[in-house]
């Protein structure tokens, strides 16, 4: 997989459609870390294909994100 921090692998555009419930719990956690809720949703695609499913995983990844973030 492309590293997460970098944009130029990404050469494929996926459409996906939330309720609007769904669409403000996202982007209110995004909010939260400081990042767009595509980024947060691309983040959590990436930890399910990455086949990690528990929560300390996820919780590792949006740490590593955030971590990333505040260095940008």
Do not use: C, N
């Not at 997460?4 to 995004?30: C, H, Y």
């Not at 809720?37 to 919780?59: I, K, N, Y």
């Amino acid at each position: 997989m492309p590293s997460p921090t970098t944009g130029t692998d990404r050469a494929k555009v996926l459409s996906i459609r939330f309720t609007a419930e769904e669409f403000e719990t996202l982007t209110a956690r995004a909010t939260e870390i400081g990042v767009g809720p595509s980024t947060l949703a691309r983040t959590f695609v990436r930890q399910g294909l990455d086949g990690a499913d528990s929560r300390a995983g996820l919780e590792a990844r949006v740490a590593a994100l955030e971590k990333w973030v505040a260095a940008h």
